[in-house]
């Protein structure tokens, strides 16, 4: 069963940066698309971005594209997601997970393993 670790999250001005991580444990993720979730405060959990497992391809939520980058170190078996130009409305908590397959991240499906998640917060 894989194990999934979320890390890099943190407290960040609006304009800035964060890079998170996704390590896999206990399997290889090179062929499962994974995706992105986060949840806000108060807010259902919501699907972010997801990468392909045949071409690494990524797909994203209108809110984020042209500012995250989602993509693939198979020798280090972990997904990261780069986020730029960072907003108040990104804050919440990142997860990653195994998805059952490529869609518009707003339908992805996903019966987990769930991490812990990572903690983001875009504020002045």
């Known amino acids: 069963q894989v194990q999934l670790v979320e890390s890099g999250g943190g407290l960040v001005q609006p304009g800035g940066s964060l890079r998170l991580s996704c390590a896999a444990s206990?399997?290889?993720?090179?062929?499962?698309?994974i995706g992105w979730f986060r949840q806000a405060p108060g807010e259902e959990r919501e699907g972010v971005s997801c990468?392909?497992?045949?071409?690494?391809?990524?797909l994203y939520i209108e809110s984020v594209k042209g500012r995250f980058t989602i993509s693939r170190d198979k020798a280090k078996n972990t997904i990261y997601l780069q986020m730029n130009s960072l907003k108040p409305e990104d804050t919440g908590v990142y997860y990653c997970?195994?998805?059952?397959?490529?869609?518009?991240?707003?339908?992805?499906?996903?019966?987990?393993?769930w991490g812990r998640g990572t903690q983001v917060t875009v504020s002045s």
């Open positions: 990468i392909s497992d045949s071409d690494s391809s990524g």
């Open positions: 206990g399997s290889t993720l090179d062929n499962r698309p």
């Open positions: 997970a195994p998805i059952l397959r490529m869609v518009r991240p707003q339908l992805m499906v996903s019966f987990g393993p």
